[in-house]
Nanobody
Framework: QVQLVESGGGLVQAGGSLRLSCAAS????????MGWFRQAPGKEREFVAY???????SNAASVKGRFTISRDNAKNTVYLQMNSLKPEDTAVYYC???????????????WGQGTQVTVSS
């Protein structure tokens, strides 16, 4: 069982930056692939980025070059550094955990409660 708690969301102007954190419980955090997803009002949940247990990463095309995912296994935490934010990045951001990695939300076993990111123009 893994419990995930996101933090770091907020209101920021376009062009600004935020860093999201996701703290995980459990002693097997390093074994899990970790993903960030987001969901805007009226839209489906979409993939943002993932990091594998071995540290390999992948980003959605819409955030490539602006967002960076990383993990600190000693702190049981995964991060999402978001730079050059745009109004279209506004959404609730969720972290999720699974064995392996995937861009498909339904394949993830564990989810956090989400944190709101709002980017004003």
């Amino acid at each position: 069982q893994v419990q995930l708690v996101e933090s770091g969301g907020g209101l920021v102007q376009a062009g600004g930056s935020l860093r999201l954190s996701c703290a995980a419980s459990g002693r097997t955090f390093s074994s899990y692939g970790m993903g960030w997803f987001r969901q805007a009002p009226g839209k489906e949940r979409e993939f943002v980025a993932y990091v594998s247990s071995g540290g390999s990463t992948s980003n959605a095309a819409s955030v490539k070059g602006r967002f960076t995912i990383s993990r600190d296994n000693a702190k049981n935490t995964v991060y999402l550094q978001m730079n050059s934010l745009k109004p279209e990045d506004t959404a609730v951001y969720y972290c999720a955990a699974k064995y392996g990695v995937s861009r498909i939300p339904s394949s993830y076993e564990y989810w956090g409660q989400g944190t709101q990111v709002t980017v004003s123009s």
